[in-house]
């Protein structure tokens, strides 16, 4: 089986791993700060904080900005349900703004009009949440611009994009965002097996992600309600989570961003074969951004049948990979058709960029130490399955 993800472990990793389960601290030690201050350095932003998942960095992220019940939080359809999970998480609505169909990405275009909309009802969002499909920055000036206007909250959802660059910056630089998020799941751009990043340029988020990070809990007597009673006094000053990462993963997420580039290359290199070996054929190939300072993470490799140019059904061509020994995948069904979300109000219909999208869409293996070898015989039987 060629799986579509998967990934990429060296000596240096496990040296990094064993090196933190002989010293003194597993959790919260010496290896967090070093890991966060790595990305932080890495992305050209002031704060990092590390936590358990890309799922618990949304929620803390969105706790951060104040979101509550009364609330809504806007993201793309084409995305992982954590993306509007953390709304939820929140008590606040969720709602979506549809795609772009020619880069996947939430459509400016489509945000510009909806709020504009949302503002005569008096109904303006307090989050808006990006995501930045496959590796592609979305076109954060325009909507940074937008969210100013409007007072709206910015969180990248970044789990694709770690080491993409955008307008000349590392995405996680937050130049027209509040926070940007990152996952290290194992799948993602480098890993931790699992684990998850919040970076800002804000002081005030960062202080309150930190608490928010464990239990509400400070140390620091400048945030304590009271006087401190001494040198062992902790104060819980809001209600807070255990979303700590542990020593042991970030060594080896500190171990893993030593090679981030390197990845993206690999990446970027093989999209780049896939690109011209599927050229001609009834596909629509990825948004590969070709301007200098723009790099595509190049996090999953995405073909949509051409329904104008092919009868093939997705179903049969995918189940023809299958066959093949290849573990194809599709992302995304939009959130806004799952039941749970259904039972919300939504419907089919809501969001058709995202749906018609869907309908097609087949993801490729894609990851570092994918061979050529391998990609061609990938290559070779989608050709025969469109055939
Ligand atoms: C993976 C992913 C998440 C969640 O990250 P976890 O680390 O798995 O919790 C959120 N959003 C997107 C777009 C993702 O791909």
């Known amino acids: 089986m060629i799986p579509y993800g998967r990934q990429e472990i060296g000596e240096h990793d496990v040296q990094a791993v064993l090196d933190i389960l002989r010293s003194d601290w597993l959790t919260q030690g010496p290896a967090i700060e070093r890991f966060e201050q790595g990305v932080a350095r890495y992305c050209g932003v002031r704060h990092a904080v590390a936590v358990s998942s890309g799922t618990a960095a949304l929620h803390l992220a969105c706790l951060a900005t104040g979101l509550q019940a009364g609330d809504s939080l806007w993201t793309s359809p084409n995305t992982f349900v954590a993306s509007a999970n953390c709304g939820r998480y929140c008590g606040a609505a969720v709602d979506f703004v549809d795609i772009d169909p020619g880069d996947w990405n939430l ?26 499909f496959a590796g592609l920055s979305c076109d954060m000036a325009r909507i940074g611009e937008l969210a100013r206007r409007y007072g709206i909250s910015v969180i990248e959802d970044a789990c694709h994009s770690s080491g993409a660059e955008h307008r000349g910056a590392k995405v996680g630089a ?42 509400g809990i400070t140390r620091d007597p400048g945030e304590m309600a009271d006087p401190s009673h001494g040198p062992w006094y902790y104060q819980q000053v809001e209600l807070g989570f255990n979303y700590r990462m542990t020593d042991i993963q970030a060594a080896l997420g500190a171990s893993q961003l030593e090679r981030l580039d390197e990845f993206v290359a690999r990446r970027n290199q093989l999209a780049d074969r896939y690109d011209a070996a599927l050229a001609g054929l009834p596909l629509q190939l990825p948004s590969r951004p070709r301007t200098a300072g723009e790099r595509s993470a190049c996090h999953l490799y995405v073909v949509k049948l051409d329904a104008e140019k092919t009868a093939k059904k997705r ?10 020994g290849i573990q194809a995948n599709v992302h995304y069904i939009p959130v806004h058709t799952q039941p749970y979300y259904r039972k919300l109000g939504f419907r089919e219909g809501d969001f058709p960029n995202a749906e018609r999208y869907y309908e097609g869409a087949i ?10 070898k391998e990609q061609d015989f990938v290559v070779a039987a989608l050709k025969d399955a469109l055939r």
């Open 107 to 132: 459509s400016p275009e489509l945000l510009e009009a909806k709020l504009a909309q949302a503002a005569l009802r008096g109904a303006l969002p307090k989050v808006l949440v990006p995501v930045h």
């Open 174 to 215: 937050c130049a027209h965002s509040d926070m940007t998020v990152f996952s290290f799941h194992p799948v993602k751009l480098i890993t931790t097996g699992e684990g998850g990043m919040v970076l800002t340029n804000r002081e005030d988020l960062y202080r309150r992600l930190l608490r928010l990070r464990s239990h």
């Open 315 to 324: 179903k049969l061509v995918f189940e023809a990979l299958r066959a093949a």
């Open 363 to 372: 993801t490729l293996p894609l990851y570092p130490r994918l061979t050529e």
